[in-house]
């Protein structure tokens, strides 16, 4: 009685009408053989094509345009990098080599912003301004995880300098806030990581 499934398909929906739209693959251009709107595309493979998740032609391995990296990946389209973070990467080493960025040093307010941004992806909360000199004159210059002395003259990527260390990390909760930050070395402070007590520092009047 009909003469394809979307022909039968369409008379039960719409009966009365038996004339059904005809309607076209996006990409390849085949008449589609449904009648359900939402489909777009004759089969899967032409559906990735045109989402751009995989290029058109056979699938070929491509090596990872990051200099450091040199992975082998299957690319999607106009997909260069293997991941984001090599494209991220990669751009830096090109603005870099083109001049388009320079390296400034890191005071008090670069510091605190780059804190709070982290409190805020943590859902975290903020309190005052959080200065490296002020806390390291309130602990005493005294790291706060070995209880050894900090060598404030020392700068980063000394393991030795010092370093803002939240008591109770911030991926458990722990506000940035100088109730919760102390000095502590740079090894220390990488060598405790996100474990830490749930005591609050108690501040030194």
């Given at each position: 009685?009909?003469?394809?499934?979307?022909?039968?398909?369409?008379?039960?929906?719409?009966?009365?009408?038996?004339?059904?739209?005809?309607?076209?693959?996006?990409?390849?251009?085949?008449?589609?053989?449904?009648?359900?709107?939402?489909?777009?595309?004759?089969?899967?493979?032409?559906?990735?094509?045109?989402?751009?998740?995989?290029?058109?032609g056979p699938q070929q391995q491509v090596?990872?345009?990051?200099?450091?990296?040199?992975?082998?990946?299957?690319?999607?389209?106009?997909?260069?990098?293997?991941?984001?973070?090599?494209?991220?990467?990669?751009?830096?080493?090109?603005?870099?080599?083109?001049?388009?960025?320079?390296?400034?040093?890191?005071?008090?307010?670069?510091?605190?912003?780059?804190?709070?941004?982290r409190a805020l992806k943590k859902a975290?909360?903020?309190?005052?301004?959080?200065?490296?000199?002020?806390?390291?004159?309130r602990d005493r210059w005294e790291c706060?995880?070995?209880?050894?002395?900090?060598?404030?003259?020392?700068?980063?990527?000394?393991?030795?300098?010092?370093?803002?260390?939240?008591?109770?990390?911030?991926?458990?909760?722990?506000?940035?806030?100088?109730?919760?930050?102390?000095?502590?070395?740079?090894?220390?402070?990488?060598?405790?990581?996100?474990?830490?007590?749930?005591?609050?520092?108690?501040?030194?009047?």
């Amino acid at each position: 009685m009909y003469c394809s499934s979307r022909c039968r398909t369409w008379w039960a929906r719409h009966r009365g009408t038996p004339t059904p739209p005809m309607r076209w693959c996006k990409w390849c251009g085949v008449e589609l053989q449904t009648v359900r709107e939402r489909v777009n595309f004759c089969s899967l493979q032409c559906g990735r094509i045109g989402r751009g998740e995989i290029l058109y032609g056979p699938q070929q391995q491509v090596t990872c345009a990051n200099p450091d990296c040199g992975k082998s990946f299957i690319a999607r389209l106009h997909q260069k990098c293997c991941s984001e973070r090599c494209s991220k990467r990669r751009w830096a080493l090109q603005a870099k080599a083109e001049g388009r960025t320079y390296r400034k040093p890191w005071g008090d307010r670069r510091r605190d912003s780059y804190h709070r941004r982290r409190a805020l992806k943590k859902a975290t909360a903020t309190g005052a301004p959080v200065i490296r000199n002020q806390i390291g004159d309130r602990d005493r210059w005294e790291c706060g995880i070995c209880g050894t002395r900090v060598n404030r003259d020392l700068a980063y990527p000394h393991p030795m300098s010092p370093s803002l260390d939240h008591v109770v990390p911030l991926s458990k909760g722990g506000p940035h806030s100088p109730e919760n930050v102390q000095i502590a070395h740079l090894y220390c402070n990488t060598a405790k990581g996100d474990r830490g007590g749930y005591e609050q520092l108690m501040l030194i009047g």
